[in-house]
């Protein structure tokens, strides 16, 4: 479990751990593979959110499973883009976050995702909190930890003590 006073510290900047949904790159699941493509390489992303209609998150797509479609035993197929969807490769199951996260939910689910999508209620995309933006945000408490606070190693005896 993560200190109040340090939690405190970390949410401080919490309104720029989440970057908007229209400042975020996607797909929507009806698009064909190519057009997927276009879109990650000119965002320079290697993964990015999948859209169904109303804007609802549905999954997401990155340039490795594209890149897998194409390719055969023997050669590069890129006329397999032309007849795929990017709901033949995306990733579904990917675990979201609601508008009112736990910091301590995101910190684990981070740990394995370099960012999380953000949705409501009605599971609409709002956003992604990214790894950078929670490091930044660590960097940043870990600085002001002592500036702000008196930290006291924890002893045999102090360990046993309230202060």
Sequence with gaps: MIGATVKDL???????????????????YTNPLTHAL???SQ????KIPVLGKGDRFVGLVSLSDIVEKMLDLNAI??????????ADVMEVGVPVVQENWDLEDV???LVDASFLPVVDEDRIFKGIITRKEIL?????????MEKRNVLIPRTEETATKVI
């Design 136 to 144: 930044k945000a660590v960097n940043r408490t870990l600085h002001l």
């Design 38 to 40: 276009l879109v990650l």
């Design 77 to 86: 197929n890129v006329e397999a883009l032309e007849q795929c969807t990017v």
């Design 10 to 28: 970390m949410l401080e900047g919490q309104e720029d751990f989440m970057i908007p949904a229209e400042n975020v790159a996607n797909v929507m």
């Design 107 to 109: 910190l684990h689910l």
């Design 43 to 46: 965002v320079k992303y290697s």
